[in-house]
């Protein structure tokens, strides 16, 4: 048996025409039969780092009964010149969040997947509490299974005040070891019990992890970093996805 929650987790390389450009995480989010790709906002556009890919490609499995098939699926991120993916602004500015509807009829017709919805995002604030027990599911510097097309996870805390807006900026902070690539990576809780909410994917989707956080008077010949990251909130994703009813 593969756990499904390994299944709603997509690698994603960044492309400027045929120049391979960056290694990113990202992963499936369903709503209304409407099928969306979740990465961070930077891995689509970022100024800072001189970074303008025009597409994406993405790894699927296309065979359920050998894991080992699998194919680069091509997505284009500029139509007539403008961006076609949506991203979300806050109070506090930028959201590190960006998704991408995949049009599914362009997809091979055996692709295995599994995608969040709406009803992963439902937990109540009582449940989250520092120090609750989190995963990241990614491909931290493009590391995976490379013979099964799986990632790996890691093992993360939460590390400020779930439901606070740490700094004022729509995230919280987990605790974790995390690597470049690791950008745009789903960070889940598993459900206790069975819900019925969750059918066969029994975790409750509660942030995008966007980037390393750090300080800048660290003394890097003494200070270890930090290990603390940004999650940003999940329930962008509703902002995001809206207009899928």
Known sequence: MIESVLLTAAHVYTFKQQ??????SGFFFERNERLFLVTSRHVMFDKPC?????????ELHIDPENMAQSTWFSIPLYRDGKGIWREGFDAAGPVDVAVIELERAALPATTVYRAFTPHHLDHSQDQVTVGTSLLVVGFP???????????????????????LRFQGEGYFLTDARTHRGTSGAPVVMRVAGQDAMQGDLPWTLLGVHSAVLDVDDRDVDIDEKLGLNCAWYADILLTLTSGSE
């Open 141 to 163: 510097l493009g590391f995976h299974d490379t013979l099964h097309h799986m990632p790996v996870v890691r093992h993360a805390v939460v590390a400020s005040s779930f439901g």
């Open 50 to 58: 001189d970074h303008y890919p025009d597409r994406l490609e993405i």
């Open 19 to 24: 120049q391979r450009l960056t290694n990113a």
